[in-house]
């Protein structure tokens, strides 16, 4: 069965870039027609929807996150990316990794999630 | 504060049914699927519901949701101390953006 696995720096200085890999297992991401997304959870709090990209490259971004994000794919690792520039405390986050919305309007399976914070 | 409103906390007893509500709007929920996550302590959510209805292979069917017009239910029946957990809808505003409610508690006395 398809599985994603999160990876990159825990912590990250402000004002600077936040990069993380989303690695899938199990399956290729440029099968079945799937979105693959980033999604994140302030410490606490609940989901935040960061965006979604196709295997293809089209993306579409959350309009309030839009102008700091890019996300990105590489089919030939199986891979997807999260970029957020200029970071301040308020993106440290627990960010997740999941296949969707495609086959059903859903987000499964996520990743198991990895933490990132924000500090000098 | 959510767009998609969940109520902070439920609970009921070992065995019991416990319903779960996602109020929305008509840019949401009135025109978009409606999905439902399970949040075990310390893990990643979990999908129970697609579909506004339908069950990922392994749910049990204990749990049940449906959608009415610009509202969504989790129901959740015999409830055991291992669905002790948090709960989220999801939905789409206008077709776009993926929108999170809140997050429901949800506490087996």
């Known amino acids: 069965q398809v599985q994603l696995q999160e990876s990159g720096p825990g912590l990250v200085k402000p004002s600077q870039t936040l990069s993380l890999t989303c690695t899938v297992s199990g399956g290729s991401i440029s099968s079945g027609g799937y979105y693959w997304s980033w999604i994140r959870q302030h410490p606490g709090k609940g989901l935040e929807w960061i965006g979604y990209i196709s295997y293809s490259g089209s993306t579409y971004y959350n309009p309030s996150l839009k102008s700091r994000l890019s996300i990105s794919i590489d089919t030939s690792k199986n891979k997807f990316f999260l970029k957020v520039t200029s970071v301040t405390a308020a993106d440290t986050a627990v960010y997740y990794c999941?296949?969707?919305?495609?086959?059903?309007?859903?987000?499964?399976?996520w990743g198991h999630g990895t933490l990132v914070t924000v500090s000098s | 504060q959510s767009v998609l409103t969940q109520p902070p906390s439920v609970s009921a007893a070992p065995g019991q049914r416990v319903t779960i509500s996602c109020s929305g709007s008509r840019s949401n929920i009135g025109i978009s699927y409606v999905s439902w996550y399970q949040q075990l302590p310390g893990t990643a959510p979990k999908l129970l519901i697609y579909?506004?209805?339908k069950r990922p292979s392994g749910i049990p069917d204990r749990f049940s949701g449906s959608k009415s017009g610009t509202s969504a239910t989790l129901v959740i029946t015999g409830l055991q101390t291992g669905d002790e957990a948090d709960y989220y809808c999801a939905a789409w505003e206008n077709n776009l953006t993926a929108l999170f409610g809140g997050g429901t508690k949800l506490a087996v006395l």
């Open positions: 579909d506004n209805n």
């Open positions: 999941a296949r969707g919305p495609g086959n059903g309007d859903g987000f499964d399976p």
